[in-house]
């Protein structure tokens, strides 16, 4: 009995282990149940959002269900009317050569489909890309467009709103290049007015309506800035053309651009001045100095050749001149002019090219003296000798009358030295040192008077 006692113990203590082991690990699983009936945080929270996707899905499902994307919204009834605003980030560049300019915009389209008004507790539906594949959307071109696109990076950069009522916004980031046909009569003092004309390329009058939003129409960006022009006014305005289809409806916004003239001032202006003031210097070289005065008169003129044929480098070859060409013409007749004033001047010099002239008194000296030398002593001793023997036939005789004529010849140098008297100032390079630059004067302020009026530059 005594000996039974060891065993029933080990034999309670094997099962109370047991038992313990068991609620041990029954625990977690009893704790877990409570916890899901204390806190019911997952089931409720997720079943909202999946229940919101799945009424937005429907409830595009049941909007695009016998929806036909090919019929433009109250067909058979009043055209559709889409209203259209852009939002205008930058601009450039603008090429006189080509007549072009391009734009970098937001183009935003919105119009009203019926088909597609709902109701919910969101008045407005962020829409995919994709859903303009399913939808009817204005078919909007640009009449005056070369060369345009749409910007696809990282993705296709466009979005769809669709409202309560049915209206649909469309937006995307469109970088166009129009047509600007320029008028450069008065370049580079202009101002250029750059049309975009767009409308519905199929539709007409009848089905669909371009309007521009009466809220904002065109909007440009507060941080734009031109490098060669000044963006001074965008009027818009609605347009119908008549073309053989029927009448179509248009939208038209014009840009009114003011070169800058800084450049052109710097380039061709300044040193055309400088080249025509330049030209002036020969009127105070002397007029004997030909070489000087014809050299400095052909440089001026190739030098302005040149200046004239590379101000016209990025211009069209337009068949009228322009501002600028009169300038430069201007600029190149005063130095052809002055080539011709020292051609005048030359002619009627008195003497030629010589750096200096005598007097006459002196002049007839030096040809007498000048052919005295030009005889040699041998010829005056024949002379002498020829004329003497019928005196006296002694040598003493003659060689006394050499020595005698040449020094009558030494003292009448002695007696009437020569002194160079240089030419005096020609009366027209005087009268030209004042009438040049009053002409020239004179004809700038009506230049620059008459083409900044006529770009409204000044009142």
């Not at 300019?101 to 969101?122: E, H, I, P, T």
């Not at 337009?318 to 051609?343: E, G, H, M, R």
Request: aromatic share 12%; with cysteine; charged share 20%.
């Amino acid at each position: 009995m005594a000996a039974g006692w060891p065993m029933a113990a080990r034999v309670w203590s094997h099962l109370l282990f047991g038992y313990y082991v068991v609620i041990a690990l029954l625990s977690p699983l009893f704790a877990g149940q409570d916890l899901s009936h204390r806190i019911p945080a997952g089931p409720t929270v997720e079943a909202p959002q999946s229940n919101n996707h799945k009424n937005i899905s429907d409830l595009l499902d049941d909007l695009l269900r016998g929806y036909d994307n090919s019929v433009r919204p109250n067909f058979g009834g009043p055209p559709a009317v889409v209203e259209v605003d852009i939002m205008v980030r930058s601009m450039g560049p603008i090429s006189e050569v080509d007549m072009t300019y391009s734009m970098d915009c937001y183009f935003r389209q919105s119009w009203v489909d019926r088909r597609l008004a709902f109701q919910g507790n969101k008045e407005t539906l962020a829409l995919s890309i994709k859903m303009l594949q399913r939808i009817w959307k204005p078919d909007t071109y640009f009449y005056n467009g070369k060369q345009s696109y749409l910007h696809t990076i990282t993705t296709p950069n466009k979005f769809v709103r669709l409202y309560q009522d049915g209206r649909v916004l469309y937006s995307s980031r469109l970088t166009i290049k129009a047509g600007c046909p320029m008028h450069l009569e008065d370049f580079p003092m202009d101002i250029q007015k750059c049309p975009l004309k767009f409308g519905s390329f199929g539709y007409t009058t009848r089905d669909v309506l371009y309007r521009w939003n009466p809220s904002r129409q065109v909007a440009i960006a507060d941080d734009m800035k031109l490098s060669q022009f000044d963006l001074i006014a965008n009027p818009a305005a609605n347009h119908t053309d008549i073309l053989k289809t029927g009448e179509h409806s248009m939208l038209l916004v014009s840009f009114h651009l003011q070169r800058h003239m800084g450049n052109f001032l710097i380039q061709v202006y300044g040193p055309c001045v400088l080249l025509v003031v330049l030209s002036w210097v020969s009127f105070w070289l002397n007029r004997e100095a030909t070489a000087d005065r014809v050299s400095l008169g052909i440089t001026t003129v190739l030098t302005m050749t040149f200046l004239g044929l590379e101000a016209r480098t990025d211009l069209p070859k337009v068949p009228y001149p322009t501002a600028l060409d009169f300038f430069v013409f201007l600029s190149f007749a005063f130095i052809f002019a002055t080539i011709i004033q020292f051609a005048v001047v030359h002619y009627f010099t008195k003497y030629g090219s010589g750096e200096c002239y005598f007097s006459a008194e002196l002049m007839s000296d030096s040809e007498s003296d000048e052919e005295d030398a030009a005889s040699s002593p041998a010829v005056h001793l024949r002379t002498s000798v020829r004329v003497q023997p019928a005196v006296s036939s002694a040598p003493g005789h003659a060689r006394l009358s050499l020595q005698g004529s040449r020094s009558s010849r030494n003292s009448r140098r002695r007696h009437k030295p020569r002194t160079p008297r240089f030419n005096s100032v020609s009366q027209i390079d005087r009268a030209s040192r004042v009438v040049f630059p009053l002409l020239f004067l004179t004809i700038n302020i009506a230049y620059w008077c008459a083409y900044l009026s006529r770009s409204q530059r000044i009142a």
